[in-house]
């Protein structure tokens, strides 16, 4: 079992940064894919972005590709995702998920936190 909480969530104005961090319970978090997904009011959740086992695999939605970075750090059981130039499109919940494959596909990820809001402001 995992438990993920993330947390780093806010309002920012539009151009503004957030970074959001995710703790991992899993005594083998190396060992699990992990990922960010959103979902904003009205919408399917989409996946924002992901990281493998090592860190040196990432992969990104089209939509943040050159503003997001996701970077992991497993001595402390933590992803994180630094979000740059932020837009009002990019106002959703985010999630954090842990799985064993790498994939974009949320239905893949085992773990799931609560998510955290992050509200961009025009």
């Known amino acids: 079992q995992v438990q993920l909480v993330e947390s780093g969530g806010g309002l920012v104005q539009a151009g503004g940064s957030l970074r959001l961090s995710c703790a991992a319970s899993?005594?083998?978090?190396?060992?699990?894919?992990m990922a960010w997904f959103r979902q904003a009011p009205g919408k399917d959740r989409e996946f924002v972005a992901r990281?493998?086992?090592?860190?040196?695999?990432?992969g990104y939605a089209d939509s943040v590709k050159d503003r997001f970075t996701i970077s992991r750090d497993n001595a402390k059981n933590t992803v994180y995702l630094q979000m740059n130039n932020l837009t009002p499109e990019d106002t959703a919940v985010y999630y954090c998920?842990?799985?064993?494959?790498?994939?974009?596909?949320?239905?893949?990820?085992?773990?799931w936190g609560q998510g955290t809001q992050v509200t961009v402001s025009s």
């Open positions: 998920a842990a799985g064993r494959i790498s994939t974009i596909v949320s239905d893949r990820y085992n773990y």
């Open positions: 990281v493998n086992w090592g860190g040196g695999d990432l």
């Open positions: 899993a005594r083998t978090f190396s060992n699990y894919v």
